[in-house]
């Protein structure tokens, strides 16, 4: 075994170590409701609390820790707008380092399939910003999981962060909203979920429909000339 190899086994086994002693060992009570709320009773009288909120989140993403966690701590503590904006640079900066740890430990994955493996590889080239924001607008895997599969994927790094910036920015922004909301009492649940549902559902709509419309009215015109 060569010394990069040593290190991306290292790094693997860090990451699924991590990851085994939160979801099922007593640290997993940390992540309970009641500690949440000591957390954010904490950074309220820190002055470095969003630079912490910021790394938490990262540090997070990184070992797959729930990311509304920290989003609603944070529209908790600073409101909704000040809330995305710390909640957004955590989540982004968590999200860079696990795509590129997913990059290192998976390169050239792809190459062993070799005529199937390319073709992947120039699929995902071809519509990595498009795919990126789709699996960030829906609801699915959790968000470590579509970090580092965009990384072992080779999806380009220019697609992925602008991708996911934009495809997280309205759960961001919604979360920290209603938690800032349902704090001050001025929204209930249901409601938060109401909204959350239809700026999800506008957005794939926004997404998606254009592609259809022109595969649909393209095919058509390609018809007619014939």
């Not at 409701?33 to 002055?47: A, F, P, T």
């Not at 109401?194 to 022109?214: E, F, H, Q, Y």
Request: aromatic content about 12%.
């Amino acid at each position: 075994m060569t010394v990069r190899n040593a290190i991306k086994v290292a790094i693997l086994l860090v990451i699924i170590g991590a990851v085994v002693a939160l979801y099922f060992t007593p640290a997993r009570q940390y992540m309970t409701r009641e500690h949440i709320r000591e957390g954010v009773d904490y950074m309220r009288g820190l002055r470095f609390g969003p630079a912490l909120l910021v790394v938490s989140y990262a540090v997070g993403c990184i070992f797959a820790l729930p990311a509304s966690i920290f989003i609603i701590a944070a529209g908790v503590v600073w409101g909704w707008k000040f809330g995305t904006l710390y909640a957004m640079c955590g989540g982004m900066l968590g999200a860079c380092i696990s795509y590129f740890v997913g990059r290192f430990i998976g390169e050239g994955v792809l190459q062993k399939f070799g005529r199937t493996g390319r073709m992947v590889e120039r699929q995902i080239a071809a519509a990595g910003f498009k795919t990126m924001l789709i699996v960030r607008l829906i609801p699915g895997p959790p968000f470590a999981v579509w970090n580092y599969g965009a990384g072992v994927a080779g999806v380009r790094f220019r697609d992925y962060f602008f991708g996911t910036l934009v495809g997280t920015l309205p759960a961001h922004m919604i979360f920290a909203y209603s938690a800032d909301s349902l704090f001050n009492g001025t929204m209930s649940e249901g409601d938060a979920l109401k909204r959350l549902l239809v700026v999800a559902v506008l957005l794939i709509a926004i997404v998606v429909l254009p592609g259809l419309l022109k595969k649909k009215f393209g095919s058509g015109t390609a018809t007619d000339s014939e």
